[in-house]
């Protein structure tokens, strides 16, 4: 989408808002969006990937394939099963290997992690909004965001209106993500705590999801005082706290993906954007998912 056609006629340094008033939504949209009913104003939540490839771009980032480089060697972890003959006895045996593989290089692109907000546009008129936004002539990386945002809202919801930022008419609220979604205290260990990521399982290869199960029964099996489920873009993320340790294990169930490990307060990590967690410095360790998982998880935990 070009800026100029629908942007064109504002002043360079202008700050807009994108907006649409909710009353031109549907209840179930604003759900698959990821907002919570009753929906109300001062909700904000990082949009679901399941709405489309702008949406997942948002909440998972992107890659940059260079195949004009020479292929390099990456590594895919999987379990691998075998059969040993023990005298008579027939024993099946597994074990999690890296397994090398040739790919072209890529370079990771952050995730832009833009929110969408019911805010009130004016006394009584609540809207889904994004920003505010700076529009900009001439700073590639405000135009990209801009741009990014307003493909966002209309994957979201269809279409978009742009508001001034200060014009008097956005009536911001305090803002409530809905981000997380934190378990009712008491143990949880696998078999129960399974129940409640079944559907992010379910939606994963046999593969991916066996790995999946045996990085979450791990982290379990040493009683986190607490656990937190991502909730819409953040889906398919869980953290686990130990407070008594001040560890905060932040664990994707997605492939390929990373552990992180923080060691500030659940609060103020459940108050930031995707994008300040994942790129802000906060963690403590990050361990990718790999063969030696397992054995980092275990020298953290024990």
């Known amino acids: 989408m070009k800026l100029e056609p629908h942007f064109g006629h504002l002043p360079s340094g202008t700050e807009i808002i994108l907006a649409l008033p909710a009353d031109q939504i549907s209840q179930e949209q604003l759900v698959r969006i990821g907002f919570s009913l ?97 529009y900009s002539q001439d700073d590639n990386e405000q135009r990209s965001l801009l741009r990014h945002s307003v493909n966002l809202m209309l994957e979201a919801c269809g279409t978009c209106q742009v508001h001034g930022a200060r014009d008097g008419q956005m009536l911001m609220s305090q803002i409530r993500r809905l981000n997380w979604v934190v378990l009712p205290p008491g143990p949880y260990p696998w078999p129960k705590l399974k129940k409640h990521v079944a559907h992010v399982l379910d939606s994963m290869t046999p593969g991916c999801r066996a790995l999946a199960e045996r990085r979450l029964e791990s982290i379990t099996k040493y009683q986190p005082d607490f656990e937190a489920f991502g909730h819409a873009g953040f889906s398919g993320y869980i953290v686990f706290g130990f407070e008594a340790k001040n560890i905060f294990v932040l664990e994707s169930m997605r492939r390929d993906n990373a552990t992180y490990v923080f060691g500030h307060d659940w609060e103020r990590l459940s108050k930031l954007t995707k994008a300040g967690i994942l790129a802000g410095n906060l963690h403590k360790d990050r361990i990718i998912h790999r063969a030696n998982w397992f054995g980092r998880i275990e020298t953290l935990l024990s």
């Open 38 to 134: 009753p929906t109300g104003v001062g909700q904000s939540v990082l949009p679901s990937c399941e709405l489309g490839p702008v949406s997942r771009r948002n909440a998972e980032g992107d890659h940059i394939v260079h195949r004009d480089r020479r292929m390099e060697e990456a590594f895919r972890t999987s379990e691998w099963h075998w059969t040993e003959w023990h005298g008579r006895d027939r024993v099946e045996k597994s074990e999690i290997v890296d397994v090398p593989y040739k790919r072209y290089p890529r370079t990771f692109v952050p995730p832009p992690s833009v929110e969408l907000s019911l805010q009130e546009l004016i006394p009584g008129i609540a809207a889904v909004t994004a920003g505010p936004f700076v």
